[in-house]
């Protein structure tokens, strides 16, 4: 999945300070996003009320759409640097192309999961033919500096963990969750589960109180502690938790993410997480002006490219100490 705004957002993000200390319930709409000719999505993180839930910075919901008529998923080639994607199926396919060679066709279940690191590039296509539905959830990971210049990869796990409670069956997807561990790497301590929520269920989940979370509901409505969540929101939790009670009247499918507070200050533009300006600006050029991020083989038709940078030079605004806001591009940009 790419970011495909024409104009995107500078997004500093980071940082201890907006992230509160205690339990909160923080209902965070989301907004509709174009993503190439067919699919809309809703982008969840970042928002203006929130950017990160642990080093999660990025969530897109897609679906269920039915795609029998319609090319479906149509991303071509783009570059990625810094982050890892995290790719989850609730239905229908995406067949992953990336240039490293890695082809794989992704499945509701099944986790793709892709380190850019120092630099990748990839295409997310729904196959022809494709099932009917199309319903999944986009997700990025942001690299700490440790890391964030690894090598690229590509990981396919079709083997996850999977905790089950009494109306509950919570797939883990990276991290930990109620002692069972995802086989994903991972570079900062983080959880992401999808959970399968039965009619009428109460169930109680353990967390980590050093972690702050969040819900997103990707179908079904339920009330998370007592407080409503709607399909398509996600609530931010806060830190502090020892559990989450969560309980429905109909059944759900909800995705939980939570990690600790991600405490660097990093800068994402167009598909790029980076720490500064000049390095989001030297990656543009780089994956416009040539193959330094690789070929993505096998995909039929022309790249993306990312779109003009802002007159303005791009850098985090003030010290790590701000109030977290988001730096909008000037209007008509470069
Ligand atoms: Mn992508």
């Known amino acids: 999945m790419s970011n495909l705004d024409t104009r995107p957002d ?23 996003v174009r993503l190439g000719e067919s699919t809309m999505v809703r982008r969840l993180l970042p928002t203006l009320g929130r950017r990160l839930v642990g080093a999660w910075c990025f969530l897109d919901h ?15 080639p783009h570059p990625h640097t810094g982050l890892q994607t995290v790719s989850w199926l609730l239905d229908g396919t995406v067949l992953h192309r990336d240039s490293l060679g890695s082809e794989q066709l992704l499945e509701p279940g099944r986790l793709g999961l ?18 009917h539905l199309l319903h999944g959830a986009q997700l990025w990971v942001a690299l700490p500096e440790a890391y964030r210049h690894v090598p690229p990869a590509f990981d396919h796990h079709p083997d996850l963990p999977v905790v089950t409670d009494r109306g509950l069956s919570a797939t883990v997807l990276l ?8 086989p994903g790497t991972t570079y900062s301590p983080l959880v992401g589960a999808d959970l399968t929520v039965a009619a009428g269920a109460d169930v109680r989940l353990p967390l980590e109180p050093d972690f702050e979370y969040a819900v997103l509901s990707a179908s079904g409505a339920a009330d998370v502690d007592a407080t409503a969540l709607a399909p398509g929101a996600l609530m931010y939790l806060g830190t502090g938790r020892t559990e989450v009670r969560l309980r429905t009247d109909t059944p759900a499918r909800l995705l939980l993410l939570g990690g600790e507070p991600f405490a660097e200050r990093i800068v994402m533009w167009w598909n790029f997480v980076g720490r500064s300006g000049d390095e989001i600006s030297r990656y543009r050029r780089e994956w416009n002006d040539g193959d330094a991020f690789g070929v993505v083989r096998g995909y039929r038709g022309d790249r993306l490219t990312a779109p003009p940078m802002p007159a303005t030079p791009l850098k985090p605004r003030g010290s790590l100490n701000e109030e977290v806001k988001p730096l909008a591009w000037p209007a008509g940009g470069g």
């Open 62 to 76: 897609y679906g269920p759409d039915d795609i029998a008529d319609a090319p479906g998923m149509q991303v071509a």
């Open 10 to 32: 500078v997004v500093v993000c980071g940082g201890r300070t907006a992230v509160p200390a205690a339990p909160v319930h923080e209902v965070l709409p989301g907004r509709e």
């Open 175 to 182: 991290g930990t969750l109620a002692g069972a561990t995802s």
């Open 114 to 131: 892709m380190t850019a690191g120092r630099g990748i590039a990839h295409s997310e296509q729904s196959p022809v033919p494709h099932p």
